[in-house]
């Protein structure tokens, strides 16, 4: 999979890109991430890529030329989404990462200043993503959140261990408590039931922490849930505990 990022600052993507999977991903030729700056799209003396807002008001917004010049660069097919990251678009989850992960390459934009002039947004741009409702410097660290969402969605990229572990978010609940080594770390014990080798009542007792934490703090999750009877069963016990305390 391939990403192009429209960016004023690349060198803020280095560590991320250098680090860990996303750095295995790239060595093993399953990601490339291709970083253009926006400045070296500029046609003027002082590589100016922002200026004052018509009509007036605080802030400076991206120009349009260095884009549209930057994306006319751009080796793609019409059907690759351009993706502008600002805190006005849609909320980012893992069900739009797993709509993305289906494409082949996707370009990103990331905003700086008061944003950026409308008419990219109208012509270049196809979809508008925030990663949350509060607002960052610009749109680098939103885009590498959104690379690294979607990258460990790629096969191959996660190996099969880890690849487990997202099933459970998957499935649209949040995870069940995890446990190593040691067995008993000063007197706080690991449960009983995982040292017990029956892989059904653990995964009973899985599937049960799991309703329960999402129970307790993402009540919201739960009423979206794909739930079975047998789920439904174990939120009626989990219920049931709760009065009796
Ligand atoms: N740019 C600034 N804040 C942002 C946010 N929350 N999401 C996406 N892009 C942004």
Aim: charged share 30%; with cysteine.
């Amino acid at each position: 999979m391939k990403f192009n990022v429209l960016t004023l600052f690349p060198e803020m993507f280095e560590s991320i890109l250098g680090t860990s999977m996303l750095a295995k991903a790239k060595e093993q030729e399953l990601l490339s991430v291709d970083l253009i700056d926006i400045r070296d799209y500029t046609q003027n003396k002082h590589r100016q890529v922002d200026d004052y807002p018509y009509g007036g008001g605080a802030g400076m917004l991206l120009k349009p030329e260095p884009i549209f010049r930057a994306v006319d660069d751009l080796d793609y097919s019409k059907q690759t989404p351009i993706i502008f990251l600002t805190p006005q678009g849609e909320t980012f989850n893992q069900a739009k990462a797993k709509e993305l992960a289906n494409y082949e390459e996707l370009t990103l934009l990331c905003g700086h200043y008061e944003g950026v002039d409308q008419r990219v947004r109208e012509e270049l741009i196809t979809d508008e993503i925030s990663i949350g409702d509060y607002v960052l410097t610009g749109g680098e660290l939103p885009a590498m959140v959104l690379i690294d969402a979607v990258a460990r969605l790629i096969p191959g990229v996660l190996g099969s261990q880890e690849s487990a572990v997202e099933d459970s978010f998957y499935q649209g609940l949040l995870d069940y408590p995890h446990y190593t080594r040691p067995r008993d770390y000063k007197g706080l014990e690991v449960p009983q039931v995982l040292l017990s080798g029956d892989h059904g009542r653990i995964e009973q007792w899985r599937r049960k922490k799991a309703l329960e934490n999402t129970l307790h703090k993402r009540p919201d999750l739960l009423k979206q849930a794909d739930l079975s009877e047998q789920d439904q069963k174990l939120l009626a016990e989990i219920k049931q505990e709760l009065e009796e305390e």
